[in-house]
């Protein structure tokens, strides 16, 4: 048996023991993948798994010279109304939900007023950098600024990502004014994700190309912002959170996951529609990838209470 099976099948009694909804599970460890289906495999909302994608886009524009994280908002939506401390936040601020903004908003809501970026960009900051607030319209605002220097930002990334990916024309929910939701609304099957999770454990490598720097890669999960909660979302990087135990990931509604082991050279990817215990996902995925090699995490995992986020 594989070690890519091995994990799997922890994973997949554990998910069946728990009766969780998932829909399917992909895992590679080193070379050896392994995959499980309880549906067909249909393109699904991914949620906020969307918003680590927009940290691959900004770290293209980054290794192409487009942008940088220190870029400021107003350097490329200068058409906007910004309220007063805004002209200090930048894409950093942005990705790490740190604007100093105090506006929420969520993919599945109706967009406020004509412009989701005036609406939020047209309040105050309290101070960029200082306080966490999560929501999809931080990363929204991210990618606003990215269009306004590559144009469409899905486009954009065909060549570049989805293509190498092999991605065929992937969709993504958009505002009523064309540009992308960004921090959600991107539509992939678990085997497409899956990829997007290989891209990640092997810094940005893919197939002898390198589509992302391994050091934008590494740089997304080696800054953690606290968040004030604690558990599973103490801690969040560039558009990434910290855990379970030693690994990192991206995170969707319902239990859209991109679970990484760097450790144990590993992924594990889940889509599924859990409502109230998807942290489990992550939890199990995490520690089948632990139970392979025996090697115990260096942080304590975490919490099993689940704590209720949008996205």
Known sequence: ?????????????????????????????????????????????????????????????????????????????????????????????????????????????????????????????????????????????????????????????????????????????RCPLGFIVGGSGLELRTEELARIGRLLRDRGAWEGRQLVSAAWIDRTHADWVPTGAEGRTARYGLAVWDGPGDTWRLDGRYGQYVVVDDARHAVVTVTAHEESRDHLLAEFAAAAMEAETGHSPTRSRISQAPTTLKG
């Open 1 to 173: 048996m594989t070690a890519a099976q091995s994990v799997l099948d922890r994973f997949v009694s554990a998910v069946d023991r728990e009766a969780l909804g998932a829909y399917g599970v992909h895992v590679l460890v080193g070379d050896d993948e392994a995959g499980h289906r309880w549906r067909s495999d249909d393109r699904e909302n991914l949620y906020s798994v969307s918003k680590g994608v927009c940290a691959l886009a900004i770290g293209i524009a980054v290794d192409e010279g487009v942008l940088t994280l220190d870029t400021r908002v107003p350097e490329l939506l200068p058409h906007l109304q910004i309220g007063e401390g805004v002209e200090h936040v930048t894409v950093r601020h942005l990705l790490t939900m740190t604007s100093g903004i105090d506006f929420a908003w969520f993919g599945d809501e109706p967009v406020p007023g004509t412009d989701l970026a005036q609406e939020m960009l047209g309040l105050p900051s309290e101070g960029a950098g200082t306080v966490f607030r999560y929501s999809d319209a931080s990363p929204y605002v991210a990618m606003r600024m990215l269009a306004a220097a590559v144009g469409d930002v899905r486009d954009w990334l065909v060549p570049r990502l989805f293509a190498p990916l092999r991605i065929d024309n992937p969709q993504w929910h």
